[in-house]
């Protein structure tokens, strides 16, 4: 479908998976007076097939390893039932929240999953991942070639915690192609080495508001080291990458522009990926908000273009697609409302 946006304070043609200009004849012209266009949001961090559990666990916690044990202890059953839901489904499930709240990137942060090949909607970042040093001994050979590494780091408030970053500099991985996710626990001398190293921190900090009661230290968020934001899964986190920025946002540890650079140039930029651009000729990853991005919540997310497809809209939007809006339907993901373009006739939006 060649498709026209117009929003506020831009307009843009889309065509064959890249942004096109706004000229000429189109198949649908999508109009949103209040409305501004801006690249797609970068999520740093996820567990895409975790994202319909809810959360669980009975915190605070000295660390994840200490939460990971309670869960399976104590909530057996639950964890049971989450993993009953087919894996596509429970993959899509990440996806569509993440869609929902203008995320058109996102890191699935475990293995590498066949449904990402085959018309996944919207693009997951594959970089080289580790769960942690307590659940993975042999962690090296996660990260034997170069580009971006991410690993769960000093997640929790323990000495155990904070000896990890020291562990991790031992092993020669504490380099500038680090993302260190979480980071909640390093002490003063732990800060330093991850600042002298040049990696960057991949900050969720409502997931680790509910673990803990705290987050990363406001020394590790400073100027010079690199931020990138995460939603984390809902088994932890309060939501989606919107709900995640409000937060973070509320703690006042990152200026705006840094914030906004979390989910935008700097993640892309340390994920090694294409800069999000609303420049002609750019991959067509783009949403339009009725709100500013920082106070903005899924409610407020317009439309989402993902990959080139059309993937969320407001229903309200959707007479102007004519006969494409059979290639979607209506579903409702946390109370909102919307139309989604489907990757496949099963891809499923649970109601929560």
Do not use: Q
Request: net charge neutral; charged share 25%.
């Amino acid at each position: 479908m060649r498709l026209r946006i117009d929003a506020a304070n831009a307009s843009v043609g889309v065509e064959g998976g890249v942004l096109v200009p706004p000229e000429g004849r189109f198949d649908a012209v999508l109009r949103v007076p209040d409305g501004a266009l801006r690249p797609g949001l970068v999520n740093a961090h996820d567990h895409l097939h975790r994202n319909h559990f809810g959360r669980l666990g009975d915190p605070p916690y000295a660390s994840a390893y200490d939460w990971g044990r309670d869960i399976h202890a104590r909530h057996a059953d639950a964890i049971a039932r989450g993993r009953a839901l087919p894996r596509r489904r429970a993959l899509l499930r990440g996806a569509w929240k993440n869609l929902f709240a203008g995320v058109t990137a996102v890191v699935h942060h475990d293995a590498w999953e066949g449904d990402f090949d085959a018309g996944f909607p919207l693009r997951v970042v594959r970089i080289r991942t580790a769960h942690s040093l307590g659940f993975e001994p042999s962690v090296a050979a996660s990260a034997e070639s170069a580009g971006p590494f991410a690993i769960h780091l000093a997640e929790g408030v323990d000495p155990l915690s904070a000896g990890e970053v020291r562990e991790l500099e031992r092993r020669g991985l504490l380099t500038a192609d680090l993302l260190a996710v979480h980071a909640v626990g390093p002490d003063a001398d732990g800060i330093e080495r991850i600042r002298r190293s040049g990696a960057a921190v991949v900050w969720c900090p409502t997931s680790n508001a509910f673990l803990f009661g705290r987050t990363a230290p406001a020394a590790l968020l400073a100027p010079g080291i690199d931020v990138l934001l995460g939603s984390d899964s809902r088994l932890t986190g309060d939501g989606d990458l919107l709900d995640e920025l409000r937060a973070a946002r509320h703690l006042g540890l990152l200026a705006d522009d840094r914030l906004l650079d979390a989910v935008g140039s700097v993640a892309a930029r340390r994920l090694a990926i294409r800069r999000p651009s609303l420049e002609i000729g750019s991959p067509a990853d783009l949403a339009v908000f009725r709100r500013p991005v920082l106070d903005a919540s899924a409610a407020d997310v317009a439309l989402v273009v993902a990959n080139g497809v059309l993937r969320v809209l407001d229903p309200a939007l959707a007479p102007a697609l004519g006969g494409g809006k059979r290639s979607g339907r209506i579903a409702r993901m946390n109370g909102v409302a919307r139309w989604i373009g489907l990757a496949a006739p099963s891809s499923p939006v649970a109601a929560a």
